[in-house]
């Protein structure tokens, strides 16, 4: 009875053992598991952090490139000729608009050319003339290239845009003219105009009719090389 009793003692203790080995494997392969889980996905952290970082690094330099040659458009335009020739202008190479608003508009007397005592024909005569603008350009520092559009008067750029040339500093920057008239030529009608910037490099200008086509216009602006 005690031999019998023995063995079986000796059986239960040997599952005993079998189970806790097993038990002890399984929880160390658990263990792995998760370790090994963890690490692949403290990877799939830093691949993705590295990923989202060189991502940002393309956006800034896509962003920085978008920035550079920024190009604006500023027009003076008594009446409306200049203002849709600009309007092409800006829409066709995308840039930003600017319009010159005297501070005292100009009436139709005022634009008399007929009458030689008219507020145009008087500042006209005047070259020391610099009629007051409403506003100003918001950070004009950020544009490389400057297009500037008048109407002819009296075969030059009206005074107004002396006042606004002589309002910034355009150093370094890239400038050229266009006007419209319904016959005179561009002529060197912006004499003064580059007299009063010389510190910028100055472009070929061009007269348009008020209904150049947007084609004929972009046709002189992209001539610049300025897009």
Do not use: H
């Not at 004499?191 to 200008?205: D, I, P, Y």
């Amino acid at each position: 009875m005690k031999k019998l009793l023995t063995i079986f003692l000796t059986a239960a203790m040997a599952l005993s053992f079998a189970a806790c080995s097993n038990s002890s494997t399984s929880s160390a392969q658990v263990a792995d598991n998760a370790q090994n889980t963890s690490q692949a996905e403290n990877k799939d952290e830093q691949s993705a952090a590295v990923s989202d970082t060189a991502n940002d690094d393309t956006s800034a330099e896509n962003n920085d490139s978008s920035e550079g040659g920024k190009i604006l458009v500023a027009y003076f335009s008594a009446t409306n000729n200049t203002e849709g020739v600009a309007q092409k202008l800006a829409e066709g190479l995308g840039a930003d608009i600017y319009e010159i608003i005297p501070e005292q508009p100009y009436t139709d007397d005022d634009l008399d050319y007929n009458d030689s005592g008219s507020r145009s024909s008087v500042e006209m005569n005047d070259p020391s003339a610099r009629p007051a603008i409403s506003g100003t350009v918001e950070n004009m520092e950020q544009y490389d290239v400057v297009l500037i559009g008048y109407p002819i008067w009296w075969g030059e750029a009206p005074r107004i845009m002396s006042t606004f040339i002589e309002s910034y500093d355009f150093s370094g920057k890239t400038l050229a003219a266009f006007c419209t008239s319904a016959s005179s030529g561009f002529g060197s009608s912006d004499q003064a105009l580059r007299s009063a910037a010389s510190g910028a490099t100055w472009l070929e200008g061009e007269r348009f009719s008020a209904s150049a086509s947007q084609e004929d216009i972009l046709a002189w602006a992209n001539g610049l090389g300025v897009k």
